[in-house]
């Protein structure tokens, strides 16, 4: 079972390494993580996708609450989120048919080519994981040279997380 968990954590150094170093000790594979900073300077957010079943989404949990740097932890895939992943991808395409038809599926995937090669072409595409893995699969005739991702990113749809409020108010005492 796949599992979307957001982890807004302090924004400073080792975090990353913190947390990813406890989560391989403890033998749970990141199928995808993406980190970004908030609309808070000093907050950044994490998202994982986590392979496993409720259990293991449990323990992921606790070990991630237990982290003095993680502010607040929330299981996105329980509730109602948009979620994104960004791709680049570079394809063969040396002559003008070839091409023709690449950037025809680039339009219905609502993509863009970014860099034009004399025997390439660089794609960027985004959406939602079914999305991509079905350019993905499109394009593999064509001869992909390279991908690259930035896996998952979410949000929960509505208002702001209550999870946040708290340390929100904390932060504004202390300033």
Known sequence: MRHLLS????NVPGVLAHISGMLASRGYNIDS?????TENKNLSRMTFVVMGDNHVLEQVRKQLEKIVTVV?????????????DLMLIKVRAASGSVRTEIRELVDIFR????DVGPEE??????????????????????????????????MVRGSHPEELDEFSAAQQMSE
Not at 73 to 81: K, L
Not at 140 to 152: A, D, K, N
Request: aromatic fraction near 4%; proline fraction near 2%; glycine fraction near 6%.
């Open 7 to 10: 982890a807004v954590v302090q």
């Open 33 to 37: 993580l993406a980190v970004g900073e």
């Open 72 to 84: 607040a932890v929330q299981d996105i895939s329980a509730r109602d989120y948009v979620e994104r």
């Open 111 to 114: 993509g863009r080519v970014v």
């Open 121 to 154: 072409l660089m794609i960027e595409i985004s959406g939602r994981e079914s999305k991509i893995q079905a350019f993905i699969e499109r394009m593999r005739p064509f001869s992909i040279l390279e991908l690259v991702r930035t896996g998952r990113i979410a």
